[in-house]
């Protein structure tokens, strides 16, 4: 088990680890219960990933802020691309399939990246690793 008052990890890291659905304070990966749910607790570190009641509408706001990122770089660089010939049709479906198909892929890392944000905005206390059961 890690030890919270020895080895925390840096904030580039938690990060990193956010990214690749992987958790935040000990890079354990398989921390999802199917696809679109995180399992309650870490399973090498015992992190309770439901630290807050609530803290589950900072993933949508991840995924809503780079899903529309995504969506302005592909509409500019479209548009850029093919300046003075744009098909607006073609980036309309493309911008279509971008905000459809996008935000449900992106769901399990938008999940993981907040629970590596909160880790940062709110440092882990020792009584939040716990060994699990599961």
């Not at 015992?46 to 770089?73: A, C, H, K, M, P």
């Amino acid at each position: 088990m890690t030890d919270v008052a020895t080895a925390p990890p840096t904030r580039a890291r938690m990060f990193r680890r956010g990214l690749v659905k992987h958790c935040p304070w000990c890079g354990s990966g398989h921390i999802t219960q199917g696809y679109f749910k995180l399992k309650a607790r870490c399973p090498r570190c015992g992190l309770g990933f439901q630290r807050l009641e609530g803290q589950w509408s900072g993933d949508i706001g991840i995924n809503t802020i780079v899903t529309f990122g995504l969506l302005y770089v592909v509409l500019m660089v479209g548009v850029l691309a093919f300046w003075g010939h744009t098909n607006t049709t073609a980036l309309a479906v493309i911008g279509l399939a971008i905000v459809l198909v996008f935000p449900v892929l992106f769901v399990p890392h938008a999940k993981s990246l907040w629970l590596a944000i909160d880790c940062m905005m709110r440092p882990v206390e020792p009584d939040e690793l716990r060994p699990t059961t599961d």
